[in-house]
């Protein structure tokens, strides 16, 4: 079948997509947006975190056909051209990064996070990033990171 | 495989008529899983996502109607006040981004034992609303529904349309056993509701039998024994947490032992029982 939905703001088509395919494959193998990541594909670990109508989401969870006609943004589409978002600015200042594989579905989910709460405790970073498993870095420096982006997206 | 995607409820109940193996997807939190791992290859999938009155909730009849479609984050952020045990098991829910897709109408639909709505919707005495297109609305008690492990009283050509949650006259709990606090399949869960009115409490067992089921000797205890005025006798608690914990039967496998699931459903009904108990007795000297 072929799907159509709108990708960081651009109108995309995949065709011969399987009906039982995810949006993750989808984004993957027939948009050339390998950012988010493929681990788990049961919703354990979170690097497919991508939004969906502005509502973060596991993308290898999300059946492609029920994308049709929907707005996703991955982590492709947090930057501004070639300005980082604060969050991936922070990320990359803080060492938040190490193997790399589940830090494009922490941005996202940390970049929604700031979207909905600015200043944000550190009981509530814990919380909304307790989907997205990191297995080299023990976390402080991704807690490091999303305080230090909302510190610079609060002060401007 | 067919992708079926109807965009209104006659349309959707008329496609599973036509269609009785098209297997529904709402959140894909579980349905997906099984596509991924190549557990299940259903002739067709029935996205529901399309179905808008699906996603809505309403207060009517005394009762809360919520929609099948009703993600749990919506249940967190919108009825903690008037549904609070299922939005305390709703917030045990997988993750943030699991919490955005998943619904109570999936976890019915998939009638996994180890599903967290269950044991709240069950002490709740919830009704779940299925309709087909031939027969038309059934409503099966909670108690009804679950008939086996990932078996429910759902027939193929139905579709459940909502769960009717009368909302709380008295203090809810929901405990939950698992390795941290998050991402976690219940290893077991206990669910306790106060039904002050009636002088009745509800109970809800989860994941330590085929089904989930209620504790029905231990509600009976509490209703032949319970002095609604006065502090838990002690020794009352006590035979409640055995009678609850008599009522599971569980199975060793992964998460944890048959031995250590019982033992816990009686540590978790002492426990919620106490905390809705000091909840009830605070609000009655207030």
Same mark, same amino acid.
């Given at each position: 079948?072929?799907? #159509?939905?709108?990708?960081?703001?651009?109108?995309?088509?995949?065709?011969?997509?399987? !009906?039982? !395919?995810?949006?993750?494959?989808?984004?993957?193998?027939?948009?050339?947006? +390998?950012?988010?990541?493929?681990?788990?594909?049961?919703? !354990?670990?979170?690097?497919? #975190? /991508?939004?969906? @109508?502005?509502? +973060? /989401?596991?993308?290898?969870?999300?059946? %492609?056909?029920? %994308?049709?006609?929907?707005?996703?943004?991955?982590?492709?589409?947090?930057?501004?051209?070639?300005?980082? @978002?604060?969050?991936?600015?922070?990320? /990359?200042?803080?060492?938040?990064?190490?193997?790399?594989?589940?830090?494009?579905?922490?941005?996202?989910?940390?970049?929604?996070?700031?979207?909905?709460?600015?200043? +944000?405790?550190?009981?509530?970073?814990?919380?909304?990033?307790?989907?997205?498993?990191?297995?080299? #870095?023990?976390?402080?420096?991704?807690? @490091? %990171?999303?305080?230090?982006?909302?510190?610079?997206?609060?002060?401007? | 495989?067919?992708?079926?995607?109807?965009?209104?409820?006659?349309?959707?109940?008329?496609?599973?008529?036509?269609?009785?193996?098209?297997?529904?997807?709402?959140?894909?939190?579980? &349905?997906? *899983?099984?596509?991924?791992?190549?557990?299940?290859?259903?002739?067709?999938?029935?996205?529901?996502?399309? &179905?808008?009155?699906?996603?809505?909730?309403?207060?009517?009849?005394?009762?809360?109607?919520?929609?099948?479609?009703?993600?749990?984050?919506?249940?967190?952020?919108?009825?903690?006040?008037?549904?609070?045990?299922?939005?305390?098991?709703?917030?045990?829910?997988?993750?943030?981004?699991?919490?955005?897709?998943?619904?109570?109408?999936?976890?019915?639909?998939?009638?996994?034992?180890a599903?967290?709505?269950?044991?709240?919707?069950?002490?709740?005495?919830?009704? *779940?609303?299925?309709?087909?297109?031939?027969?038309? &609305?059934?409503?099966?008690?909670?108690?009804?529904?679950?008939?086996?492990?990932?078996?429910?009283?759902?027939?193929?050509?139905?579709?459940?349309?909502? &769960?009717?949650?009368?909302?709380?006259?008295?203090?809810?709990?929901?405990?939950?056993v698992g390795t941290?606090?998050?991402?976690v399949i219940a290893v077991c869960?206990?669910?306790?509701?106060?039904?002050?009115?009636?002088?009745? *409490?509800?109970?809800?067992?989860?994941s330590?039998?085929?089904?989930?089921?209620?504790?029905?000797?231990?509600?009976?205890?509490?209703?032949?024994?319970?002095?609604?005025?006065?502090?838990?006798?002690?020794?009352?608690?006590?035979?409640?947490?055995?009678?609850?914990?008599?009522?599971?039967?569980p199975?060793d496998d992964v998460r944890g032992t048959?031995?250590y699931r *019982?033992?816990?459903?009686?540590?978790?009904?002492?426990?919620?029982?106490?905390?809705?108990?000091?909840?009830?007795?605070?609000?009655?000297?207030?």
């Amino acid at each position: 079948m072929r799907v #159509t939905f709108t990708v960081n703001g651009r109108e995309e088509s995949a065709e011969g997509v399987w !009906e039982g !395919e995810s949006l993750l494959y989808v984004l993957r193998e027939r948009l050339g947006l +390998p950012g988010s990541k493929n681990a788990c594909e049961q919703g !354990e670990c979170g690097s497919c #975190t /991508v939004y969906l @109508d502005d509502v +973060p /989401v596991c993308a290898c969870l999300v059946a %492609a056909g029920q %994308a049709q006609g929907r707005r996703v943004r991955t982590v492709e589409g947090l930057a501004d051209g070639d300005r980082l @978002d604060p969050v991936q600015e922070a990320f /990359v200042e803080c060492g938040a990064v190490q193997c790399g594989f589940c830090t494009p579905g922490l941005l996202v989910q940390a970049h929604d996070l700031l979207e909905r709460v600015p200043r +944000p405790s550190d009981a509530e970073i814990r919380e909304a990033l307790a989907g997205n498993l990191c297995r080299c #870095t023990g976390y402080e420096k991704i807690l @490091d %990171a999303v305080r230090l982006a909302a510190e610079r997206k609060a002060t401007g | 495989m067919d992708f079926l995607r109807p965009t209104t409820w006659e349309e959707a109940l008329a496609a599973k008529a036509d269609q009785p193996e098209a297997v529904p997807i709402q959140g894909g939190t579980d &349905v997906m *899983v099984e596509i991924n791992f190549d557990l299940r290859r259903p002739p067709a999938l029935l996205d529901l996502g399309g &179905v808008a009155e699906l996603r809505e909730w309403s207060m009517t009849g005394g009762h809360c109607r919520l929609g099948a479609g009703v993600p749990y984050a919506a249940v967190i952020d919108e009825l903690g006040g008037p549904l609070p045990g299922l939005a305390q098991a709703s917030r045990t829910v997988g993750s943030p981004q699991i919490r955005n897709r998943g619904t109570v109408g999936g976890n019915l639909g998939a009638a996994s034992p180890a599903g967290d709505s269950h044991p709240p919707l069950l002490a709740a005495r919830a009704v *779940v609303e299925v309709e087909s297109a031939a027969r038309g &609305v059934r409503m099966i008690p909670a108690a009804e529904f679950y008939l086996g492990v990932k078996r429910s009283a759902l027939e193929p050509d139905e579709l459940i349309r909502a &769960v009717h949650v009368p909302p709380a006259t008295g203090p809810q709990y929901f405990s939950k056993v698992g390795t941290r606090n998050a991402m976690v399949i219940a290893v077991c869960s206990f669910a306790i509701a106060l039904h002050p009115r009636e002088r009745r *409490v509800g109970t809800g067992i989860g994941s330590a039998a085929p089904t989930p089921r209620r504790a029905l000797e231990a509600e009976e205890l509490l209703a032949a024994e319970l002095d609604w005025d006065a502090p838990l006798d002690p020794a009352l608690l006590r035979r409640f947490g055995e009678l609850s914990a008599r009522a599971a039967a569980p199975i060793d496998d992964v998460r944890g032992t048959a031995a250590y699931r *019982v033992h816990a459903i009686g540590v978790m009904a002492r426990r919620t029982l106490t905390w809705a108990w000091n909840d009830h007795l605070e609000k009655r000297a207030a």
